[in-house]
């Protein structure tokens, strides 16, 4: 019995005692790369690198042979050749909570907004591993945007993740906006990743609202920000999306944009010395996106429903990181410059978009309604060039000629002005008198109704 309680007070002064410190020093800096020497850590570790101007917090990425490598989460001016680098223990954590909301956040988790430091959070692991895949409940419950043209041809779910597909200055903020004041979520998380700094202030002004900003938390990392920082605030956004959804509470995630986030991985793995590969990205980068992306959806108690933006360069939507999203993603919203240049706003093109769950969350009476307006549409399309050199001849195709006649109220029910509201019921009941379906019978199953 005595050595039992001798061990057990061994323990516990063990326990208490003060360890030493792990540190080493900077050998060697190119880029936004360092290579510490004696400095023992796992990958993952933050460490402290101690500057002229102070501590500069630094992640363990790699090792090569007697050195760590290591990349930083802030900017490396002041750090001289030599500099103790401090091992702190621990992984990177994320501040989580609801006295995030109405907050804007750096890419570290520290405020933005100049209200003061925050209060009613604590902290938890970065990075998570996503709920199991038979923990996961099926998606059910219609999930709705507000916006017109989404709601009724390509119909999302609550929890479903999904990729808006764009080109530069096609209106991709102004329809992320009428989505974040109007859709029917909990709490939303904006990710903002790699954008201008203007573009920050007059995202959180103007397209979310002091309105929504009450319910919203955006976390914000600039384009002028180190890679591993944006990368790092792709990841916070999750997991303060997590904390909610944990919670019970339906989530709106938006993240703009996951392309520029790969872009970020794709500096900080070329910097840790990956091989480039397709157009300069890593290999890491197909282990990368699918670790972010599987962390939204369902989960036991609540939901996170996703939308990422996806910039195509010159609009083509087989860059590598679009190819790659649209294999995870749940359904792709494509925005047509086309479109826009017509001024049809919102510019969802409903022939190349895809709503991979919209029959799992609709009525059958308005799939069917759905299904006939884009075989018009489609129909149209086919002629388009006939049309528009005035080849064709009326009287060649009667559904063409009906759907000529009926082109005028389509677009009207597709166009939507970002300040003009429409109830789902009263815009699915325009959708069925436009394709002309019969009137609505008592059978009709209301399973989707959210």
Known sequence: MTATLDLARFRSRLAAAPTLARAGRVRRLVGMTLEAEGLPGEIGELCLVKGARGDVPVEI????????????????EGIADGAVVTATGAPFAAPVGDGLLGRVLDGLGRPLDGRGELRDVRHRPLIAAPPAAM???????RFETGVRSIDLLTTLGEGQRVGIFAGSGVGKSTLLGKILREAKADVTVLALIGERNREVRDFVDKQLGPAGLKRAVVVAATSDRPALQRMKAAHLAATIAEE??????????????????AMALREAGLAAGEPP???????????????????????????ITALLTVLVEGDDLNDPVADCLRGLLDGHLVLSRNLAERGHYPPVDPLKSLSRL?????VPRHLAAAQKLRHWLALHEDHRDLIEIGAYRKGSEPLLDKVLEKLPQVNALLRQAPEERTPFETALAALAALVELPPAGAADDRRAAP
């Open 244 to 261: 909610f959804r944990d919670a019970g509470r339906r989530v709106l995630m938006v993240m703009d944009s996951a392309t520029r986030f």
């Open 135 to 141: 923990s996961r409940p099926a998606i059910a419950r």
């Open 358 to 362: 919209m029959d799992q969350v609709t």
């Open 277 to 303: 590969a397709t157009r300069g990205y890593p290999p890491s980068l197909y282990a990368e996106l699918p670790r972010l992306v599987e962390r939204f959806g369902t989960a036991e108690k609540g939901s």
């Open 61 to 76: 990425v790699g090792f090569h042979g007697e050195r760590t490598t290591l990349l930083p989460l802030e900017r490396l």
